[in-house]
């Protein structure tokens, strides 16, 4: 069982609000150790130099959208193995078979809970502690 607090997470979204939001609900879960980027191409720079164990990230942003990044993520050597929570707006079905079809680990429409929140991460990195 993976302890929260060791877990080097990374919240990917444009909007500021829904960042702090993401991170305050990750705190309570017990998480410490919680990177931000804005968009996709800060996200890989993040992605690219930082040992991360979790990427969680919004899909509609400017610059490289999420399933972008998903894909940016699969397809480097450091990262591809990162699980990755999609985090969108959106309950649409294309959008959810393009992410499996590019990797992702997991799906969460937001508005979220902090329950639901720890649920998706169980189901992709196992039970918290």
């Known amino acids: 069982m993976p302890s929260a607090v060791a877990i080097k997470v990374l919240i990917v979204d444009d909007q500021n609000s829904v960042r702090q939001m993401t991170r305050m609900t990750l705190e309570e ?3 410490r150790v919680i990177h931000e980027a804005e968009n996709g191409v ?4 993040t ?3 930082q040992p991360l164990d979790l990427i969680i990230s919004d899909f509609n942003m400017p610059e ?8 940016a993520v699969r397809g480097h050597p450091a990262a ?5 929570i999609l985090l969108t707006g959106r ?3 294309e959008l959810v078979v393009k992410a ?8 969460l429409v937001k508005p979220f809970t902090a329950d639901i929140l720890r649920g998706k991460i169980e189901q992709v990195i196992g039970k918290l502690t």
């Open 42 to 45: 800060q996200a890989m720079e």
């Open 47 to 49: 992605a690219s130099v």
């Open 100 to 107: 499996a079809q590019a990797g992702v680990n997991n799906y």
């Open 29 to 31: 879960l017990g998480f």
């Open 91 to 93: 309950g649409d079905r």
């Open 64 to 71: 490289m959208d999420g399933l972008g990044l998903l894909r």
């Open 80 to 84: 591809r193995k990162v699980p990755f």
